[in-house]
């Protein structure tokens, strides 16, 4: 484990602040330009830098395997191969595996978050307080 020097840590504080804004860099003489996207990975970057963390850059992989899905859905991978062979998620065969995107997964995930959000929106409205506060005759 590496320790970042305070002079590092002063570098990347500054850093984080002015990269917010900046609209482009300048990279042995040539102009970068920042799109927000950039913006924000340099600034994640910068900030845990001067907070003293050590960073590690990796690369997310596009495709997943069945079970690096399955534990980022948080569900077994028998029950993954099941939700793909009924459609609810796409994917690829690369000969005899199956291979799910990220993007979509990341879809999937995104439509049941819509979808449980709009199943609690219709649960609420079914909620009546005059009907609610109504002692209930058992005898």
């Known amino acids: 484990m590496t320790t970042v020097s305070a002079e ?3 570098s990347a504080r500054d850093a984080a602040v002015k990269v917010v804004s900046a609209r482009s ?6 102009e970068v330009v ?3 996207e950039l913006r924000h990975i340099l600034h994640e970057l910068f900030q845990h830098t ?5 960073v590690e850059i990796v690369a997310r992989a596009k495709y997943l395997s069945t079970q690096q899905a399955a534990e980022i859905l948080r569900i077994s991978r028998p029950t993954l191969v099941r939700m793909l062979d009924d459609g609810l998620i796409p994917y690829e065969r690369r000969r005899s595996h199956r291979r799910i995107s990220r993007q979509a997964l ?3 995930l995104e439509a049941e978050k819509t979808q449980r959000a709009r199943a609690l929106e219709d649960l609420a409205d079914t909620f009546d307080p005059a009907i609610e506060d109504q002692p209930v005759a058992t005898r």
């Open 25 to 30: 860099m300048v990279i042995d003489g040539a």
């Open 8 to 10: 590092s840590r002063n």
């Open 106 to 108: 990341e879809d999937y």
């Open 34 to 36: 920042l799109t927000e």
């Open 50 to 54: 001067a907070d003293g963390e050590d």
